[in-house]
């Protein structure tokens, strides 16, 4: 399943890309994220308790930055398994460019979904990962925003 976004925040591309890199920025934007432990300069290690249609499960895995352009493009890769309910994995590639009021952030991501989850049915799985990464973004949009109103 591939999906793609673009969203506008109101921060220029170094500060986001910093954000992008920060454990606990990243923490506050995951919807149910439990806990993210930086394991390394771009590894993390993740809790987090979703709930898909019926089926809920706390997954954990790890996340990795790699290929990264500081302040330009990067691409996170992760799995996670749930348990019974089943695996999930997957990479988005991200990217990053200035505008004239800060940042346009794109991104398409592929993910695969096993067990449990799969069973779900395909548009079941990609409307919840659709409201998962608006949720993740409108949090990370807002983390941002109240930094800049904290340090300015």
């Known amino acids: 399943m591939e999906l793609t976004g673009r969203y506008e925040l109101d921060a220029p591309p170094e500060v986001v890309w910093d954000a992008l890199f920060h454990p606990d920025v990243l923490a506050a934007s995951i919807p149910g994220c439990e806990s993210l432990q930086a394991e390394g300069p771009a590894t993390y290690a993740a809790t987090v308790k979703l709930k898909v249609g019926p089926v809920s499960a706390r997954f954990k ?13 990067c691409r996170i890769t992760g799995k996670g398994s749930g348990g019974i309910a089943g695996v999930a994995h997957g990479a988005s590639l991200v990217a990053l460019e200035a505008t004239a009021t800060g940042t346009v952030l794109t991104y398409t991501a592929d993910a695969k979904v096993g067990g449990k989850l799969a069973s779900l049915g395909s548009r079941l799985i990609e409307s919840t990962s659709r409201k998962l990464a608006d949720q993740f973004f409108s949090n990370f949009a807002t983390h941002l925003k109240s930094r800049r109103e904290n340090a300015g």
């Open 61 to 73: 895995g790890n996340v990795e930055i790699v290929d990264a352009e500081p302040c330009r493009s």
